[in-house]
């Protein structure tokens, strides 16, 4: 079974920067794609970007040229570096990942969510 683990989330001023991290942890063979969701009181879970395995990525237009993601495979770790916030980024934060098994299966991770508060 395989776990993701975030930390990072807190309180910041608008205009502040966090940076949010999700470990990959468990019996691992092998970490797809990985993620950042976010999901706002009232509102869908939405993605806010994800990574491949090697390296590509996209973002939603909301956080483009504020927002970077990027992984450290060797740690099966994927980062978020939130610069700019606004309170519309406020939300709790979700690490997705694709686990392969060793059987080609894949199965999609969860995180527990982080808090993440934009406010002065």
């Known amino acids: 079974q395989v776990q993701l683990v975030e930390s990072g989330g807190g309180l910041v001023q608008p205009g502040g920067s966090l940076r949010l991290s999700c470990a990959a942890s468990?019996?691992?063979?092998?970490?797809?794609?990985m993620g950042w969701y976010r999901q706002s009181p009232g509102k869908a879970r939405e993605l806010v970007a994800a990574i491949s395995s090697g390296g590509s990525t996209n973002y939603a237009d909301s956080v483009k040229g504020r927002f970077t993601i990027s992984r450290d495979n060797a740690k099966n770790t994927v980062y978020l570096q939130m610069n700019s916030l606004k309170p519309e980024d406020t939300a709790v934060y979700y690490c997705?990942?694709?686990?392969?098994?060793?059987?080609?299966?894949?199965?999609?991770?969860w995180g527990q969510g982080t808090l993440v508060t934009v406010s002065s």
């Open positions: 997705n990942a694709d686990h392969l098994s060793s059987d080609y299966s894949i199965t999609e991770v």
């Open positions: 468990g019996s691992i063979f092998s970490i797809g794609a």
